[in-house]
């Protein structure tokens, strides 16, 4: 029954201006604001569940890492460390994720599981219908990502009234990732008006390749 996180079929080509938008860690994030725990799934009104209970701390805390990160200049000697920690804060998270749909789990249940991708892809679709009233074009989505493009937006400040409509509809954060140069989206070896959702590549406005 679990059908996945939401993944698009992006446009193939060459695109300039592009914004790259992810929630933040959602898949937790779900889980911590929904109460989504094998205890608590299908219930009314339960009260927190030992999983969001266990995950706020560790969201906080990362969510705290990366505003930080966002105000610091890349040469900032903290930088390095402070990214690391906001890594290991994410693979925490993401494996508590995938622990929810494990068969031999303890505390386990894969409905819990299938609770989290279906809510994650309803928040997806509520993005994209925020961004394109907006007048913005979605080139992509890939689980927890969008990206937008409209003509005349190019800096940050152009795509923040996007992220709080967005994040005030769904009540999840939502980070820019970075602005595109440009980027890239291949098609498929096999048929080349096919596009392949995970295989791209751009250049951000700092310079930084992304592949």
């Not at 060459?14 to 790259?20: E, I, K, P, S, W």
């Not at 992509?140 to 005349?152: A, E, I, K, P, T």
């Not at 954060?173 to 498929?188: H, N």
Request: proline share 6%; glycine share 6%; net charge positive.
């Amino acid at each position: 029954a679990d059908h996945g996180g939401l993944i698009y079929q992006p446009l193939i080509g060459l695109h300039g201006n592009v914004a790259q938008i992810d929630f933040s860690s959602m898949y937790p994030a779900i889980m911590v604001k929904h109460n989504i725990s094998p205890e608590t799934v299908g219930l009314e009104n339960a009260p927190e569940g030992l999983i969001p209970k266990t995950l706020r701390p560790l969201l906080e805390k990362r969510l705290m890492l990366k505003n930080i990160l966002s105000d610091l200049d890349p040469r900032d000697c903290r930088v390095e460390i402070l990214k690391a920690r906001a890594v290991a804060l994410k693979w925490l998270l993401v494996v508590c994720f995938g622990y929810l749909g494990y068969k031999n789990a303890r505390f386990g249940k894969i409905e819990s599981h299938e609770a989290v991708t279906a809510m994650s892809r309803e928040l997806m679709l509520q993005a994209k219908e925020i961004a394109e009233d907006m007048g913005f074009t979605i080139l992509h989505m890939y689980v927890d990502s969008l990206f937008v493009q409209r003509d005349g937006t190019r800096e940050k400040q152009d795509f923040m009234p996007l992220l709080e409509t967005i994040h005030v509809q769904t009540k999840i954060p939502i980070t820019l990732d970075g602005i595109y140069r440009w980027v890239c989206f291949l098609p498929s070896k096999r048929d080349k008006r096919i596009p392949v959702p995970n295989r791209y590549f751009g250049v951000f406005q700092s310079g930084e390749v992304k592949y």
